[in-house]
């Protein structure tokens, strides 16, 4: 059962480069979500998508954009990487709102480093 | 605001010992809370939830309950074992948002 796969899991990035981040899940959840884990600090939510068509900023979400292709895929994208960028980025998914349970299910991750 | 604190790490312990890491959470209402667990280089994954007031969540023998009073929802685990090392995330959903609000993490080292 693949779940939620993002893409990639590891990446190197110049100052001021451009890439974007792919995840998609199988489990036909309306909710997916894109999180970035720091040291001491968590995971901050960055972006959200609550149904196909609909995006919202999270807590963290200066430097990015999103787009939320179809159901199954929720991309996210850094148009000019700055080093405080550096992290490890999680996409996840849920069948619906967290807010009344619903468990949220995460990728692997992908470790991004900005030189 | 809404807030999760929860108890700093590491926790270091030796197998069969009893493990408590602290959470408490502020909060309007009741919302769910969530305890998470991540393994070295992999995600997060559940590890238990309550979804209301004096609602107990378990699983793998860890255990934590949902206490309005204390706005707390401590995780415990009577006898720990080498493989529970982990990093250990509270959280607690936030409806305006939809998603979910963790903790820093508790990084927790059993030995052997």
């Known amino acids: 059962n693949a779940g939620v796969t993002q893409t990639p899991k590891f990446q190197v990035l110049k100052t001021g480069q451009s890439m974007t981040l792919q995840c998609a899940q199988d489990?036909?959840?309306?909710?997916m979500y894109w999180y970035r884990q720091d040291p001491g600090m968590g995971l901050r939510l960055i972006y959200y998508?609550?149904?196909?068509?609909?995006?919202d900023k999270g807590e963290v979400p200066n430097g990015y954009n999103v787009s939320r292709l179809n159901k199954r895929e929720f991309s996210l994208r850094l148009e000019s990487a700055a080093p405080s960028q550096t992290s490890v980025y999680f996409c996840?998914?849920?069948?619906?709102?967290?807010?009344?349970?619903?468990?949220?299910?995460f990728g692997e991750g992908s470790w991004l480093t900005v030189v | 605001g809404n807030s999760v604190t929860q108890m700093e790490g590491p926790v270091t312990l030796s197998e069969e010992a009893f493990l408590t890491i602290n959470c408490t959470y502020t909060?309007?209402?009741?919302?769910?809370l969530f305890w998470y667990v991540q393994y070295p280089g992999e995600g997060l994954q559940l590890l238990l939830k309550?979804?209301?007031?004096?609602d107990k969540g378990s699983n793998k023998g860890f255990e934590a309950t949902y206490r309005k009073e204390t706005t707390s929802f401590h995780l415990e685990k009577g006898s720990v074992q080498v493989s529970d090392s982990a990093v250990y995330f509270c959280?607690?959903?936030?409806?305006?948002?939809?998603?979910?609000?963790f903790g820093s993490g508790t990084q927790l080292t059993v030995l052997p």
């Open positions: 489990m036909n959840h309306n909710s």
């Open positions: 996840a998914s849920s069948e619906e709102s967290a807010y009344s349970g619903n468990t949220i299910y």
């Open positions: 998508s609550a149904s196909e068509g609909t995006t």
């Open positions: 909060a309007t209402g009741y919302p769910s």
């Open positions: 959280a607690r959903a936030s409806g305006s948002a939809r998603q979910l609000t």
């Open positions: 309550a979804t209301k007031a004096d």
